[in-house]
């Protein structure tokens, strides 16, 4: 059975940072790609960040604008989000999702499995 458990969100102030993790099993982590999505209220999920499965490849969406940090630690089978100079603009439900396509796939259709979710507010 695979599962994908993020954990780490929460309520931060603007300005503040915060660190997603996300714990997987029953896959071979090293073998899929995986990446960070998040969906807001009334909007659509969208890509936020991704790194390939040896980790040599990373990808991120332009709103973030070099405040998000994506890594992964094969042998703990995790892998991270770290968020700086948050803005109330990046409260949403983030996802850490896992792809067996090769490089560093972008798109919702590229995942197959997915995690549940962590709340991330923004806010003063």
């Known amino acids: 059975q695979v599962q994908l458990v993020e954990s780490g969100g929460g309520l931060v102030q603007p300005g503040g940072s915060l660190r997603l993790s996300c714990a997987v099993s029953?896959?071979?982590?090293?073998?899929?790609?995986m990446g960070w999505f998040r969906q807001a209220p009334g909007k659509e999920r969208e890509f936020v960040a991704v790194?390939?499965?040896?980790?040599?490849?990373?990808g991120y969406s332009d709103s973030e604008k070099g405040r998000f940090t994506i890594s992964r630690i094969n042998v703990y089978n995790t892998v991270y989000l770290q968020m700086r100079a948050l803005e109330p603009e990046d409260t949403a439900v983030y996802y850490c999702?896992?792809?067996?396509?090769?490089?560093?796939?972008?798109?919702?259709?590229?995942?197959?499995?997915w995690g549940q979710g962590t709340q991330v507010t923004v806010s003063s």
């Open positions: 999702a896992a792809s067996s396509v090769s490089g560093v796939p972008t798109t919702v259709p590229d995942y197959t499995y």
């Open positions: 790194i390939s499965g040896l980790g040599g490849s990373t």
């Open positions: 029953g896959i071979t982590f090293s073998s899929f790609a």
